[in-house]
């Protein structure tokens, strides 16, 4: 065994105990054990601060020769005797045990009171300001060496930080659930049971199995029926029902959401509100309970974005009273065609529809694909597409058809008809209409994608949230560690965006409603949908990423659920309409607006739209406004829904000014938008986050539980802030602000940081994801993950 | 077979008949299609416009009633009618074939041009002014409207854009390789070669056991032993050759980089730089042929960042000359330790070394962990950490150790060091200095995730920017689809990043020039190596994001190669430092160097600092300089740097108040950091990028071939420009630039991206990645990747 003290022979003991005998030399050790600690010092500093000491307290030769033995540039002390050094000082100076952050000047004076006086040795004053002076060698980062000086022991304090706030998570989560709170709740204690136990690292084709025995859990619990509503009196059916569903499940494996969504979302959606009594009739109930399962033919290898111009055909041949569909290009294969990998047997299948020779633009008809034994039909050849970066769960499938024939009742012909007699008839004369009418099937799969996407950036941020309350690194010298979510970066990475899903949620809410409910402008609805489609996917992104980061490499461990998130969620940035793509569609309509009031000939409108601009400039660009940096000010909901429409206003009149320029200038439209795509850009993502924070003020109005209305107001406020930071460039650039108030702002988002921080977990906690659902370890204080879950993982990973 | 041209009986072709008859209807035809075209017309404005069709023309009885029924709100035309009017329009006014832009009212007066005058019908000047006034009934929409009049067929122009600069690709690609371009050459061609075809989707074992057998051929081909420079005079080891090869590695599969990184840079580079001769004489040749695999055990479960904390320890036993390894607590587990999952039969472990009872802070051992048979060596206790978001092919692993004895030589003793007589010694006395010298080691590592990182990206920049040169999608009504990378959104997200990689380069060139020569200022080197690894391995997340993105679903697929770069490269902005600790780190440095600048108690300069601060107001603050838009001036090289420097020193100057004020109030120093930590991550930014730009503009003078020279002058303006308008609220906020300068950088950076475009294909082919490391069918012209590559993704890939 090797001792547990030092042996009295060692060599360095006898120098140590020379410097403690010495009274003179006691108020120096702090000093000089901090001039090797950091063998920061040169050559020359080590003799200047020799030289210091030596006439400041006026040695004698004898303590001389001992400093000159501890300060030896040419001989430093050994790394033993440096660290019996501190253990002196750690036992003679109770000071180091303190709290208060003391100077090594002040250090040594408590040193030095540890001896008894001695005749002739300077008063405490004295000796004071000799240290002092002497310490000023040492430069001004003493101070925070001086810490380094505390013993190390650490103690966890088990209190975890008082909440600020008073509301209850149980009370905000029944907020956020509604409309449809029960419905929402069966769903999560559906997914919570064992059935849906997550099962990690299994080969493609066992993971799809799996995901379609989950899917026919679903349909067996009578969830697939809930998806297909009864028409209501004017022809219309409430989706609010289905997103709600979908939202729930965006908490769980998105692999089975996106099956889901396929299956009752796209195929069965296509078939309610394209198709007409027959289709109805024949399919809805075999879709709703799985018997059939489906899958939607839309997007082509070239055409991604651009469906106007996909272009597969299908040819009208009255003869045989069918439709021959055909895949005439090697770009117009199908393509990430979910369910067609291996289970859909009927697919509704996009096509140009040609009837007496003449193209009538894109149509949907159901075309089956597989036959019962799951070979594909005559003429139909189909590709897996195989590994992705997610959602290996989804069996994406490429499809060509070579002349394949269908009958004529095939045809989903709500919009578009083929008459018994063979002519084609609409009651949509337009082909622009007609078009922009079918493709607003999409218009729900585009709000679903938006509430999946929110559902798991909160759990991601659930996760991510916990753990960070939890998991300490770093500290005060001599303090326990900090939990991580103390440190100013992780909160800025994590609060900013719990905000902003507690605003995308009201949002989701308050567009969901006006998609359900007659609305006066159905083209904003359906533009909004496609933002805000493009803005919480993008916020899923970010968030997911930001929780994968915060969670250092345990957020990179399958097991704790976020690279599963991260990775399914990448892709929504691209389905159901590029994100770029959608953002210039909302723009569009946004200018379109703008023009529309410009333009529509009436001198009134025009005054008085020229007439809120002007008023706008001089109210809100006054200096008083601009300048001022008063927290109830910046706080308010007002002043931030200002700036928002402020700057959406702005950019929207930029915009149309920039392109009608460059187009009379000779520019092509297209061009024009093109040469100021990232303008238009800016507009749509102003346009957007200027509706959700007007839902987030409504939503918050209406709460009349005032605990829970403070809980909002906060969070509305660091949303609100955080928005306006993130885009300070331009609120500066167009004086908006001055540099003051853009720094205020940023103090402003700090401190509302600090605020809200005890109150994190409570706020996550709200989202009332169940523990099964999140799974991951990290996110519990145990740090096990709920038993059944963490069997199933342990089952599917590879062990050596 | 339906009729190819319609029957004649078709009963809306009575109605277009009439319509085409009437000579005074002919310039409204295209009026008359655009009015239900789009379907967007109210029934009142439907009116309105027949009215005023009626009476700006005079029309006829018999025309107003031709008329009415095809602007009858109560019954509108047919598709078919509609269908055929536009063919009509076709087919007898060519102008809707040409590029023109034209208004309706012009297409009408072409159209009115197709039939004889008639007696009393309107000159062509009246007719004009009459249709004009028709027109405004439409809206402003019209023009844009107008263009859906062309005809449909689109044809794909062959030619791709050409080139704007003259450098060859290759010429740019050897300045890029410089120094040890054979180096870097040797091992592009070895990656490129049957053995190491890529082979996704395999279980994790083979995967695993595929990167091993890579690994092994980097050994065979003589790769290990150049990783092991020999000693110079001055006992430092050339590590520059190491790191080519490292960022060669980069462009292949990153397990295998990781795992070599593992064998050869962490865990040979432990023994290299904390091992003396003994270690380097027993192990090193046998860790360069891979006889000896290795890991390096540093992070423990509770200790990600804060290394100095570490719990397990290495005990002394005097008596039997040895070190006894323990692992005290569960949260004291070796964690993530690359190579220990599988493979590893010797660690480089980190522990508190305790000598005659006396801890000496964190050392490192050499631990045999695996017998030969591979089970675990007694004591020690193994798991696999199962799936991971990516690196799948490398085999981490927990290690526990209990009680494990190993003898006194395995310290690897050059910078502590347990004496014959059993006392522990060390060159080094502070623990603070010993401690970073032994984490010094680090440096490398860090160098080399930044080199890594950077070559990721290059990789997902050049399969993304190819794609995007052959990608079509939408295009001006009438006219080809245009390429992806013509779009402002696509190139803004593709070249910068691109004149990014090329700024990178060089940075890491220079950094390591200085970290393999005799540096003056060791200290900043290694910060900015810490700096750099956060900046590099958050650019690799960024780019190839931005790259998944803007290959749409494409960037999904495995096959693209662009997933396993994004989900390897995750991590990197976590291991090897996580990037807020690593940032904090260089933050702290510059800051230091600011705090010793203004307070080593030299009158002459502090003087200096300040005169310096005020001469730079003076001079970059005058209103001449702040509003300066002159594309001369934006492009100027100094213009940029005085930028980026005078945010560094301003942003330093700030937080060094900041610190200090809440020191002075009392706050801790560590919380007074994190008070104001996002003003640090400030600095550390500022301080990187004022680096990198050095370094770029540096490199652009020494290059002396004109063409290269231009060519890096323009990337280096869009790095410069694209930085600035990142930060530019700060730069707007200390106005450092006025607004019509902030908007005059955006324009710039926009107008470089188009000037860039045409060369953006040649400039990532000047990367020089081999066609068999990129593999992603959509990065070549025909859609097809390198024949090997495609078999091994094939063979990978579960199909139905």
């Not at 547990?4 to 120096?28: F, N, V």
């Not at 003869?319 to 859909?344: D, Q, V």
């Not at 297209?670 to 100021?676: K, T, V």
């Not at 009349?704 to 802030?721: G, H, P, T, V």
Request: glycine share 6%.
């Amino acid at each position: 065994m090797s001792a547990s003290t030092p042996g009295a022979t060692h060599p360095d003991l006898e120098a140590l105990q020379e410097l403690l005998d010495s009274r003179p030399l006691l108020p120096l050790l702090p000093m000089i054990y901090m001039a090797w600690a950091d063998g920061e010092l040169h050559e020359r500093e080590l003799l200047e601060l020799r030289e210091r000491m030596t006439t400041k307290l006026g040695l004698s030769a004898s303590d001389q020769q001992v400093l000159a033995s501890w300060l030896d540039p040419q001989n430093p002390p050994g790394p033993v005797a440096l660290r019996y050094l501190l253990r002196a000082l750690h036992r003679d100076a109770d000071a180091l045990a303190t709290d208060e952050r003391l100077s090594l000047a002040e250090l040594g004076l408590r040193m030095a009171r540890t001896a008894p006086p001695e005749e002739g040795s300077p008063g405490e004053e004295e000796l004071r300001t000799s240290l002092r002076e002497i310490e000023d060698a040492l430069g001004v980062v003493s101070t925070e060496a001086a810490e380094h000086l505390r013993p190390e022991p650490r103690e966890h304090p088990a209190q975890p930080p008082s909440r600020n706030l008073d509301f209850e998570p149980d009370k905000l989560g029944e907020l956020l659930d509604a409309p449809h709170q029960t419905t929402r709740q069966m769903v999560r204690d559906l997914l919570a049971s064992d059935a849906f136990a997550y099962n990690d690292g299994l080969p493609l084709k066992d993971y799809r199995e799996l995901v379609v025995t989950w899917l026919r859990a679903l349909a067996d619990a009578g969830i697939g029926e809930r998806c297909v509503p009864e028409k209501r009196a004017d022809g219309t059916r409430d989706m609010s029902e289905f997103l709600a569903i979908f939202e729930s499940l965006g908490h769980f494996d998105l692999s089975l959401l996106v099956k889901f969504g396929v299956q009752f979302g796209l195929f069965g959606g296509s078939i309610m509100f394209m198709g007409t009594e027959h289709h109805h009739r024949t399919y809805l109930p075999r879709v709703a309970s799985l018997e059939l399962q489906g899958c939607y033919a839309m997007t082509e290898m070239g055409r991604g974005s651009n469906v106007r111009e996909l272009e597969t055909t299908a040819t009208y041949e009255h003869a045989s009273r069918s439709f021959i569909i055909h895949t005439p290009t090697e770009t117009a294969r199908k393509e990430w065609i979910g369910g067609a990998g291996t289970y859909a047997t009927l697919a509704t299948v996009y096509a140009r529809l040609i009837v007496e020779g003449v193209n009538h633009g894109v149509h949907a008809l159901l075309v089956p694909i597989r036959d019962d034994q799951g070979q594909p039909m005559p003429g139909v050849r189909i590709e897996d597409q195989g590994l992705k970066m997610g959602l290996n769960g989804v069996d994406n499938g490429r499809i060509w058809f070579d002349q394949v024939r269908v009958p004529r009742e095939n045809l989903l012909n709500r919009y578009g008809n083929v008459s018994e007699d063979g002519h084609y008839e609409s009651p949509i004369p337009g082909p622009n209409k007609r078009f922009f009418t079918m493709l607003g099937t999409l218009v729900a799969g585009r709000l679903g994608v938006s509430a999946a996407g929110l559902s798991a950036a909160k759990s991601a941020l659930t996760i991510a949230t916990r753990y960070s309350d939890q998991r300490r690194q770093f500290g005060p010298a001599g303090a326990p560690e900090i939990p991580v979510l103390d440190y100013r970066m992780q909160q800025r990475a994590l609060l900013p965006r719990i905000a902003t899903a507690y605003a995308l949620t009201f949002a989701l809410r308050e567009l969901t409603r006006r998609y359900n409910s007659v609305d006066p402008d159905r083209r904003q609805t359906e533009a909004l949908a496609a933002g805000l489609k493009a803005y919480a996917s993008n916020f899923a992104l970010g968030a997911s990423q930001a929780a994968r980061e915060a969670c250092g490499g345990q957020g990179y461990l399958w097991l704790n659920r976020i690279p599963a998130i991260r990775t399914d969620v990448d892709v929504f940035a691209t389905f159901e309409g590029a994100n770029v793509v959608m953002l210039q569609q909302v723009a569009k309509a946004r200018i379109g607006e703008y023009a529309h009031e410009l333009n529509d000939g009436n001198v009134f409108t025009m005054a008085r739209v020229l007439a809120r601009q002007a008023t706008r400039t001089l109210s809100e660009t006054n200096p008083l406004v601009t300048r001022n940096t008063d927290t109830k000010h910046l706080d308010d909901a007002d002043f931030q829904l200002s700036a928002l429409s402020y700057r959406e206003n702005d950019l929207v009149a930029g915009v149309a000014r920039r392109i009608k320029r460059r187009i009379d200038e000779g520019m092509d439209s297209f061009e024009a938008f093109n040469d100021c795509q990232d303008h238009v850009i800016a507009v749509a993502n102003a346009n957007i986050e200027r509706f959700v924070l007007e839902c987030f003020i409504d939503a918050e109005k209406a709460t009349e539980e005032a605990s829970l209305r403070r809980a909002l107001s906060q969070l509305r406020r660091l949303f609100a802030l955080s928005i306006i930071e993130s885009d300070m460039a331009w609120f500066l650039e167009n004086s908006y602000v001055q540099g003051a108030k853009a720094a205020a702002i940023r103090d402003r988002v700090n401190s509302l940081c600090s605020e809200l921080r005890p109150d994190a977990v409570a706020f996550v906690d709200a989202f009332q994801i169940p523990d099964a659902l999140l799974s991951a370890p990290i996110a519990f204080a145990d740090g096990k993950a709920p038993a059944d879950a963490q069997t199933q993982h342990a089952r599917g990973i590879a062990t050596p």
